[in-house]
C-alpha cells in the first residue's frame, strides 16, 4: 500500500471518527435491546439465569461484533469509544475509493468524489459511530468486491487469474456473513452473477465450488462456535431463523423473518425505488435519498441500449469487470427487494451507487462533456435532497457510555432478586421498549425473565410459575404504558401490588424523555 493510500485511509478514519463524536453516542434501540446485552450474556453464562420468551428473537443473534462493542464501551471512556468506533467505519472510505479507482481508469479526485457521496448517505452517514454493525459488516462485504474487481481485471487483461485471491475474497465475504446472516443476500447475488458473465462453463463451475467452499468456512470462522451453541440448546443452528426447515421445538415451525417493509402491491415490486427515496418507507425512521431511483432509471436504459445493439449486432463496449459490478449489483437489489426491503442491509449497495450511476452514465452518453454534465447533475442533486435517518445519540460524554442510576433499593437488597420485564413478540407490532442493557448494571445474581407483548396483549409461559421462587420479592421493570398490564402478569401468577416504584434513569431515558420504574410487588 503506497503513500497516497495510506494517507486516504487514514483520513478516512481519522474524519469518520471525528465525525461520529459531532453526532454523538449512539442509544438507539438494537443497542438497548441486545447489542449490549449478547455479549455480556455469553461471557458470564446468563442464559442459565435469565430466561426469554421464545419471541425475543434478538438474544439469539450471533453476538461476535457484539464482543467489539463490549470491549468499547467497558474499557474506554465513552468519547473514545465513539471516536475508535467511527475510525473503523471510515475505513469504508478507503474502500470505496479504492473500488471506484479500479473502475474509472484510475481517476484520483473522481474517485475521492465518489467515496464522499458513497458515504453521504441516508443510513451510511448516520451510522457512523453506530452500534447496529451494519457500517462493519460492509467492510467485509467491501473487500470481497474489491478482491472481484482485481481478480477480473486480471483476467480479463492476461487471462490470469488467482486462485488464492479467489479464496481468500471469498473467505472474507463469509466472516462477514457470519457476523450478520443478513449479508447472506450477497452469496446468490455473486452465484447468479458470476453464471451471466461471459466464460466457460466449465469454469465457472469450478469458482462457484470454490466460492461455496471458501464462503462456508469464513462463516465458521466468525460463528461456528454460536452455531453450535444454538444446535446444542435448541436444535437449530441459527435459531429461530428458517425454523421451518430445522424444526426446533422452541420456536413456531416458521421461517420468520421481518417483512415489515416488503413491497405490498404490483406497481410498488416493479417501481420500489421511487417508493422509498419519497418516504423513506424501507426504514424505522423515515429518509429521504434518490440514488437508488437514478440507479434504476438508469439500468433500464443500458438495458434498452443492450437489446438495440443486439439487434443491429454491434458488440458490446462493457469491460468484463464493469459487466460483472453491474449485475452483482442488480442481484443483490433484487434478493433484498424481494425478502428483506429494510434499507440498512444493502448499506454497501447505497456506499457504491455513486460508483453505479457514473459508470451507466458514462457508457450511455459517448460525449464526455455531456456526460460529465448529466454525472454532476446528478450527484448535486442527490446530495441537496438527502435526508438522512435520524438515531437516538446523546451529545455528552460526562461519566460512562450509559450512565445508568438505580434506585437504592437494588444495592439494599444483596439475596438474588427475579424481575419481571416486557418485551415484544416476533409480530413486531406496537411494543414496549426493550431494556436490556441495563442488566448488567443489577447485581449478578438477579434474574431477569421475559414477558411477550404483541399490542397490549402478553402471553405468559407455562414455565414461569417454576421459574418463580416463592420467597422472593419480585420486581416489574417497566416504562408507565404497560405498568397496568405488567400489574395483571403479576396478578396471574399470585403477587400483588405493593405499591412502591423506584426510577431508574439512563442516558437512553434522558434522551429519548421516556421513563422506567422498578415497581414491588410480593405473595
Same mark, same amino acid.
Given at each position: 500500500?503506497?503513500?497516497?493510500?495510506?494517507?486516504?485511509?487514514?483520513?478516512?478514519?481519522?474524519? %469518520?471518527?471525528?465525525?461520529?463524536?459531532?453526532?454523538?453516542?449512539?442509544?438507539?434501540?438494537?443497542?438497548?435491546? $441486545?447489542?449490549?446485552?449478547?455479549?455480556?450474556?455469553?461471557?458470564?453464562?446468563?442464559?442459565?439465569?435469565?430466561?426469554?420468551?421464545?419471541?425475543?428473537?434478538?438474544?439469539?443473534?450471533?453476538?461476535?461484533?457484539?464482543?467489539?462493542?463490549?470491549? /468499547?464501551?467497558?474499557?474506554?471512556?465513552?468519547?473514545?469509544?465513539?471516536?475508535?468506533?467511527?475510525?473503523?467505519?471510515?475505513?469504508?472510505?478507503?474502500?470505496?475509493?479504492?473500488?471506484? $479507482?479500479?473502475?474509472?481508469?484510475?481517476?484520483? +479526485?473522481?474517485?475521492?468524489?465518489?467515496?464522499? /457521496?458513497?458515504?453521504?448517505?441516508?443510513?451510511?452517514?448516520?451510522?457512523?459511530?453506530?452500534?447496529?454493525?451494519?457500517?462493519?459488516?460492509?467492510?467485509?462485504?467491501?473487500?470481497?468486491?474489491?478482491?472481484?474487481?482485481? *481478480?477480473?481485471?486480471?483476467?480479463?487483461?492476461?487471462?490470469?487469474?488467482?486462485?488464492?485471491?479467489?479464496?481468500?475474497?471469498?473467505?472474507?465475504?463469509?466472516?462477514?456473513?457470519?457476523?450478520?446472516?443478513?449479508?447472506?443476500? !450477497?452469496?446468490?447475488?455473486?452465484?447468479?452473477?458470476?453464471? %451471466?458473465?461471459?466464460?466457460?462453463?466449465? !469454469?465457472?463451475?469450478?469458482?462457484?465450488?470454490?466460492?461455496?467452499?471458501?464462503?462456508?468456512?469464513?462463516?465458521?470462522?466468525?460463528?461456528?462456535?454460536?452455531?453450535?451453541?444454538?444446535?446444542?440448546?435448541?436444535?437449530?443452528?441459527? $435459531?429461530?431463523?428458517?425454523?421451518?426447515?430445522?424444526?426446533?421445538?422452541?420456536?413456531?415451525?416458521?421461517?420468520?423473518?421481518?417483512?415489515?417493509?416488503?413491497?405490498?402491491?404490483?406497481?410498488?415490486?416493479?417501481?420500489?425505488?421511487?417508493?422509498?427515496?419519497?418516504?423513506?418507507?424501507?426504514?424505522?425512521?423515515?429518509?429521504?435519498?434518490?440514488?437508488?431511483?437514478?440507479?434504476?432509471?438508469?439500468?433500464?436504459? %443500458?438495458?434498452?441500449?443492450?437489446?438495440?445493439?443486439?439487434?443491429?449486432?454491434?458488440?458490446?463496449?462493457?469491460?468484463?469487470?464493469?459487466?460483472?459490478?453491474? *449485475?452483482?449489483?442488480? !442481484?443483490?437489489?433484487?434478493?433484498?427487494?424481494?425478502?428483506?426491503?429494510?434499507?440498512?442491509?444493502?448499506?454497501?449497495?447505497?456506499?457504491?451507487?455513486?460508483?453505479?450511476?457514473?459508470? #451507466?452514465?458514462?457508457?450511455?452518453?459517448?460525449?464526455?462533456?455531456?456526460?460529465?454534465?448529466?454525472?454532476?447533475?446528478?450527484?448535486?442533486?442527490?446530495?441537496?435532497? #438527502?435526508?438522512?435517518?435520524?438515531?437516538?445519540?446523546?451529545?455528552?460524554?460526562?461519566?460512562?457510555?450509559?450512565?445508568?442510576?438505580?434506585?437504592?433499593?437494588?444495592?439494599?437488597?444483596?439475596?438474588?432478586?427475579?424481575?419481571?420485564?416486557?418485551?415484544?413478540?416476533?409480530?413486531?407490532?406496537?411494543?414496549?421498549?426493550?431494556?436490556?442493557?441495563?442488566?448488567?448494571?443489577?447485581?449478578?445474581?438477579?434474574?431477569?425473565?421475559?414477558?411477550?407483548?404483541?399490542?397490549?396483549?402478553?402471553?405468559?409461559?407455562?414455565?414461569?410459575?417454576? +421459574? +418463580?421462587?416463592?420467597?422472593?420479592?419480585?420486581?416489574?421493570?417497566?416504562?408507565?404504558?404497560? #405498568?397496568?398490564?405488567?400489574?395483571?402478569?403479576?396478578?396471574?401468577?399470585?403477587?400483588?401490588?405493593?405499591?412502591? %416504584?423506584?426510577?431508574?434513569?439512563?442516558?437512553?431515558?434522558?434522551?429519548?424523555?421516556?421513563?422506567?420504574?422498578?415497581?414491588?410487588?410480593?405473595?
Amino acid at each position: 500500500m503506497g503513500v497516497r493510500n495510506v494517507s486516504i485511509l487514514l483520513f478516512g478514519m481519522l474524519g %469518520c471518527g471525528l465525525l461520529a463524536i459531532y453526532f454523538g453516542k449512539e442509544l438507539n434501540w438494537d443497542l438497548a435491546n $441486545y447489542h449490549y446485552y449478547n455479549p455480556i450474556s455469553f461471557l458470564q453464562s446468563r442464559w442459565n439465569i435469565d430466561y426469554w420468551p421464545s419471541t425475543l428473537i434478538h438474544v439469539h443473534f450471533t453476538p461476535t461484533l457484539d464482543f467489539l462493542t463490549y470491549f /468499547l464501551i467497558h474499557y474506554f471512556p465513552p468519547i473514545t469509544t465513539v471516536f475508535l468506533l467511527g475510525a473503523i467505519h471510515g475505513i469504508n472510505f478507503w474502500l470505496i475509493y479504492a473500488i471506484a $479507482y479500479a473502475l474509472t481508469d484510475k481517476r484520483i +479526485l473522481l474517485s475521492l468524489l465518489l467515496a464522499a /457521496l458513497g458515504l453521504y448517505g441516508p443510513t451510511a452517514l448516520p451510522g457512523i459511530g453506530s452500534f447496529q454493525h451494519d457500517n462493519l459488516v460492509s467492510l467485509f462485504v467491501l473487500s470481497f468486491i474489491l478482491c472481484q474487481i482485481t *481478480l477480473w481485471k486480471a483476467y480479463a487483461q492476461d487471462k490470469l487469474f488467482s486462485r488464492k485471491l479467489f479464496l481468500f475474497s471469498g473467505l472474507i465475504l463469509g466472516v462477514g456473513v457470519g457476523c450478520k446472516l443478513t449479508t447472506g443476500l !450477497f452469496i446468490p447475488a455473486y452465484v447468479l452473477s458470476l453464471i %451471466c458473465l461471459s466464460l466457460p462453463w466449465r !469454469f465457472k463451475l469450478k469458482l462457484i465450488l470454490l466460492f461455496s467452499a471458501s464462503v462456508t468456512i469464513g462463516i465458521i470462522l466468525s460463528s461456528g462456535y454460536w452455531m453450535l451453541f444454538l444446535w446444542q440448546q435448541y436444535q437449530n443452528p441459527i $435459531y429461530p431463523l428458517w425454523n421451518a426447515v430445522f424444526h426446533s421445538p422452541y420456536f413456531p415451525a416458521i421461517n420468520w423473518h421481518d417483512a415489515r417493509f416488503l413491497p405490498k402491491t404490483l406497481s410498488q415490486v416493479l417501481f420500489f425505488p421511487f417508493y422509498f427515496s419519497l418516504d423513506g418507507r424501507t426504514n424505522d425512521v423515515p429518509f429521504r435519498d434518490f440514488r437508488f431511483a437514478i440507479c434504476y432509471v438508469l439500468v433500464i436504459a %443500458c438495458g434498452l441500449q443492450f437489446i438495440f445493439s443486439k439487434m443491429r449486432r454491434r458488440k458490446s463496449n462493457a469491460s468484463l469487470v464493469i459487466t460483472w459490478f453491474l *449485475l452483482f449489483f442488480i !442481484f443483490s437489489y433484487v434478493f433484498w427487494q424481494s425478502y428483506f426491503s429494510i434499507m440498512r442491509y444493502i448499506v454497501v449497495l447505497e456506499m457504491l451507487s455513486p460508483i453505479l450511476i457514473y459508470l #451507466l452514465l458514462t457508457s450511455l452518453i459517448s460525449d464526455k462533456t455531456i456526460a460529465f454534465a448529466f454525472v454532476s447533475l446528478s450527484f448535486f442533486f442527490i446530495a441537496i435532497t #438527502l435526508t438522512p435517518a435520524s438515531m437516538v445519540r446523546a451529545p455528552w460524554y460526562q461519566a460512562d457510555y450509559f450512565n445508568v442510576k438505580l434506585p437504592s433499593v437494588v444495592t439494599l437488597n444483596q439475596p438474588s432478586q427475579t424481575v419481571l420485564t416486557p418485551f415484544p413478540a416476533y409480530a413486531l407490532q406496537t411494543h414496549p421498549r426493550p431494556q436490556l442493557y441495563l442488566i448488567p448494571f443489577f447485581p449478578k445474581n438477579w434474574r431477569f425473565i421475559g414477558i411477550s407483548y404483541t399490542g397490549m396483549e402478553y402471553t405468559l409461559s407455562n414455565k414461569l410459575p417454576a +421459574l +418463580l421462587q416463592s420467597n422472593q420479592s419480585i420486581y416489574l421493570l417497566v416504562t408507565p404504558t404497560y #405498568l397496568a398490564s405488567m400489574y395483571q402478569v403479576a396478578m396471574k401468577l399470585g403477587f400483588v401490588n405493593h405499591g412502591h %416504584c423506584y426510577r431508574v434513569a439512563s442516558d437512553r431515558q434522558r434522551i429519548t424523555g421516556e421513563k422506567l420504574l422498578l415497581c414491588a410487588v410480593s405473595r
